[in-house]
């Protein structure tokens, strides 16, 4: 009966379907280089809202609710929502969700949130427990920034391995039969926590590599593939300084990377130009990537096996300050679209 | 081959089996009422541990260590951890489960976590995705005043309704098939968010009681059974204020909560002579509670068929700062004990 193969992944006993999908971001983000797969944004970064955490929630909520008028479904309809963000008691999916009576589990995995929520809601879809599921996640460059770093108003420096949270939301909508263009959870990897005593808040990329090298590693392990046997292996948000360690130590591994490797952090933005360092950050940029780039791009076929990790810099602000570490998570997901 | 049953309740197709349990709580909590059946505390708040937080996560390790060792099991026999806690970014689990290296769901459901935790983990149980699962969380009360309140050394007088956080940590493992005494899950009910516009933070019962009203009303429905059914039900923590609400708004469905319900909030401590106005809180509250009480005296046959429903405040300061109310959340496990 057990689902497992290997040291630690799932196998859906059918695939479960990615039906619904979609992505609100900010304005920087939809002056980069996927800007044209983003058809909603707004260049006021309080999306009309008065303080940037309501902002937050307003870009959930739009998502969300793009996603259960896209489907044809009502809430009614939706088993569970999986959701999570960055703010303290993840507040943006908390006040998102409290408008939409659906039966509600909160998560909290940093920037790996996206993964995590699409993980969960795969299993319980596979185990009987719902037809249909949302995962939802967010992150808001200026909620971000004043939470765990400074307020805007200071001007602080960034040093050159610092990343840029990505203002953005993204939802799925996951479903277990369908007749929809759909794209299908087969194989699952959930993280386990990885700490290599990195505390450089400033480098979040390398505290996060070591964990996405620990659940890759497993993922080929166990499934007995390699890079090669993808179109595309995106990780969450490592940045450039996260993707080039994330390489390095999958290498000692001989687990090679090629061209088909990428970072949702370094996808988002044109690094050399838009002064985001590192790349970027955030649950939000997963998410968005996802729903507006790499999802509509596999029902077209520019990717047919795809595997999506999303990475988690586990510290508080409180942690940091007492001289911890950063303990780091990956979840994956491997996506796929039939073939004709 | 749906699992659920009316409106939102579902049912496992076996009883998940809850074999190990264990709790460790402070100086407080083992002066009170429940003291006797608390094996583990300590009269330092610190617990060895250089800061609140850190306290936090040693608890939790604890915890989590004591069910492992019991169960004869190690870490790698555990599938999955579900774990989360009341700090910022859930900090306490982040670091518990850092030394344990296993699959892990970072969870934020406020003092709702526990029931969250092992719903999760009874459906991936169920679903065929695990053989065992670990559900744990804590909570301090030194880090939560200072988090969520006021510095402790300011001295904040505390308005009667206001609830005292409990400095406690509770852990089970969750398993599929065993011959160990157990207690059994065979249905749970997850919850909706409720918001009806309560914004005063020293009164979190009020808040969180219409959301306990709405999971006990649509559990009763789901399954055609009434509160005389049960030998205890008992909330997670809604302190006197919000026990007696809560009695209030069943009754306006016509659902009488008897001698047979209770709280954990108002169990723990003598809110006579402890000072802590209308009760105990925290995720550690119910946790402690389930596992220092509820579920030795289930193996002992004093309780045959419990409801654990344990309910969550999904604010956070800044979000009351913003002036916004308190979503509510509460989470439902319908715990049972085989007849000889």
Chains 1, 2 share one sequence.
């Not at 990615?18 to 800007?35: N, R």
């Not at 808001?140 to 840029?164: D, K, M, N, T, V």
């Not at 990329?205 to 590693?217: F, N, Q, R």
């Amino acid at each position: 009966m057990s689902k497992k193969i290997g040291s630690g992944t799932y196998v859906m006993s059918s695939p479960v379907k990615i039906t619904c999908f979609d992505a609100v971001v900010g304005q920087k983000e939809h002056d980069g280089p996927l800007g044209k797969y983003f058809n909603n944004w707004s260049d006021d970064e309080y999306f009309g809202q008065d303080s940037f955490e309501k902002a937050e929630t307003y870009i959930q909520k739009e998502a969300i609710n793009r996603v259960i008028e896209k489907s044809g479904f009502s809430a009614k309809d939706i088993d569970f929502v999986f959701a999570g963000d960055l703010l303290n008691q993840c507040a943006g999916s908390n006040f998102c969700v409290r408008d939409i009576a659906v039966q509600f589990f909160g998560l909290y995995g940093a920037c790996s949130t996206m993964a995590e929520a699409m993980i969960l809601a795969s299993m319980v879809i596979d185990g009987g427990f719902a037809e249909r599921s949302i995962a939802l996640t967010s992150s808001h460059f200026c909620s971000a920034e004043r939470q765990f770093r400074f307020p805007l108003e200071y001007g602080a420096q960034r040093p050159p391995a610092a990343q840029w949270t990505v203002t953005g939301a993204g939802c799925v909508l996951l479903e277990r039969e369908t007749d929809k263009p759909s794209v299908s959870i087969e194989k699952v990897t959930p993280g386990a926590v990885v700490d290599m005593s990195v505390s450089d808040l400033a480098n979040m990329g390398a505290a996060m590599a070591p964990a996405a090298a620990l659940t890759l590693k497993r993922y080929f392990d166990d499934t007995v593939t390699s890079p090669a046997d993808y179109d595309l292996i995106v990780t969450g948000d490592l940045g450039l300084v996260g993707s080039d360690l994330l390489r390095e130590l999958l290498l000692r591994d001989n687990i090679s990377l090629g061209s088909n490797y990428n970072d949702c952090g370094v996808m988002i933005y044109d690094t050399a130009v838009q002064d985001v360092h590192s790349g970027g950050s955030g649950c939000g940029c997963s998410a968005s990537v996802l729903c507006g780039y790499i999802l509509p791009e596999m029902l077209k076929k520019t990717y047919r096996n795809v595997l999506f990790v999303t990475t988690g810099a586990l510290m508080s602000p409180t942690s940091s300050l007492q001289g911890e570490s950063i303990p780091g998570i990956a979840h994956l997901v491997n996506l796929k679209v039939q073939a004709e």
